[in-house]
C-alpha cells in the first residue's frame, strides 16, 4: 500500500513538472513606447464586434422600449430652496398646532420629507403656497405656484392620531 502511495506522488510530480515545460515560453514585456497608456477594462468590447442574434434577441437590450417624450413635453425640473420654501404642501404633514388667544402666537408643526420639522406662523410661505390661517384642528394654505389655480386655498386638518 505504501509503494503505491509513493508511485502515485512520483507520477503526479513528473506530470506537472513535464506540463510546465511543454508551455511555450513568455515573451519579454514589450518596450515603455508600445504600451497603452491607460488599461483597457475589462468590460470592454472590441470595435468590430457585432453580436449575432441567430433568431434570438440580444440579452443586454430592453425587450420593453421606452416612450420618447418630445422635448416640448419635457416638464421643466425645478431646483427647491433648502428648507421651509422648498417643501410642497403636498409632501407637509402637520403634526402640531398650537392656539393663543393672540393671533400672532399660532404656530403649526410641519414634518416635510426627511424627517426634518418646521414651526411655521401665519405668513410663511412653503414652496407652492403660503400659510394663510390657523384653527384649532386645521390649517389653511393659499396656493402661489405658477400653473396652478392661484389664489385656491387648500385644507389640512390636524390627524386626529397625534397625540
Do not use: W
Amino acid at each position: 500500500m505504501n509503494y503505491r502511495r509513493v508511485f502515485l506522488i512520483i507520477v503526479l510530480s513528473l506530470a506537472g513538472s513535464l506540463t510546465a515545460f511543454s508551455q511555450a515560453p513568455q515573451q519579454p514585456a514589450a518596450p515603455a513606447a508600445q504600451q497603452p497608456e491607460e488599461p483597457v477594462s475589462p468590460l470592454a468590447v472590441p470595435k468590430d464586434y457585432h453580436y449575432n442574434a441567430r433568431g434570438r434577441r440580444d440579452p443586454f437590450v430592453n425587450p420593453v422600449p421606452k416612450p420618447v417624450i418630445p422635448k416640448s413635453e419635457v416638464p421643466a425640473i425645478v431646483a427647491r430652496p433648502p428648507g421651509l420654501k422648498g417643501v410642497l404642501v403636498a409632501e407637509a404633514q402637520i403634526i402640531g398646532i398650537v392656539v393663543s388667544r393672540e393671533p400672532s402666537m399660532n404656530v403649526v408643526t410641519i414634518q416635510a420629507p426627511g424627517g426634518k420639522k418646521y414651526f411655521v406662523r401665519v405668513g410663511d410661505a412653503l414652496f407652492d403656497a403660503v400659510l394663510k390661517g390657523i384653527k384649532e384642528d386645521s390649517v389653511t394654505f393659499a396656493v402661489t405656484a405658477p400653473g396652478a389655480d392661484r389664489g385656491r386655498e387648500i385644507v389640512r386638518k390636524m390627524r386626529g392620531d397625534n397625540k
